[in-house]
């Protein structure tokens, strides 16, 4: 086993590609030992040469959130060669809403099926990895656990007729991140006596595969999840944060 003293080690789900890389880049620039999680292999592999051609310490690990038995061999692999797992970011994530003569179907005639595609992967296989994994965070001296989520899962400003989302609702997408938020709740303070801190992270509107309508780049994109992931031991948990400011649940 290696222990890389001193050194955090870091998976990012999603990593191959947009958001999830750039954090993967950035940690790595931080001096954490990423794993950079992908379900494709050759997306994944070909993403971490990418990097260690930066000079970064980076590996491919293969993870599918929607493949259970992944989850169990990426945590195999990581309690046998690290022994632990300092931060986890949950970055993977579809958009997966149906369109209608070019406009979001509208929530009374979004399918079950569809609430179910988008809830499998953005909430229920998420938690999953969560599950699988937080074992080897609690083996960390200081573990971070970071969803990526969206604003367009508050409640609170769905409802605000002066909000900038008031207007723009995905409703599969936009409701499987509220559920995801109500679980970085539930984590956070069933975890809020260790050492553990759970936080919800709201990237920005980032030009992205799945956002080609997008504002920032993901440089910018990735710092909410990268400034959760290296949180001091004095830092918050259980909040949901863009760059820093909270965001209302």
Known sequence: ??????????LITGANRGIGLETARQLAQQGVKVLL???SADKGAAAAETLKAEGLDVEFLRIDVDDA???????KHIEETFGKLDILVNNAGISGDEQENGAIVQASKTSPAVLRRVFDTNFFN??????????????SDAGRIVFLSSILGSLTLHNDPNSPIYNFKVPAYDISKTALNGYVV??????????????????????????????????????TSVLLALLPDDG??????YLGDELPW
């Open 37 to 39: 999680g992908a379900r």
């Open 186 to 223: 539930h984590l956070a303070h069933e975890l809020k006596d260790t050492p553990i801190k759970v936080n919800a992270a709201h990237p920005g509107s980032v030009v992205t595969d799945m956002n080609a309508n997008g504002d920032i780049p993901v440089e910018e994109g990735a710092k």
């Open 69 to 75: 038995a992944t989850h169990a061999s990426a945590a």
């Open 236 to 241: 918050y948990s259980g909040k949901f944060i």
């Open 126 to 139: 998420t938690v999953a990895v969560t599950q699988a994994l937080l074992p080897l965070v609690q083996k």
């Open 1 to 10: 086993m290696s222990t890389l003293e001193n050194k955090k080690i870091a």
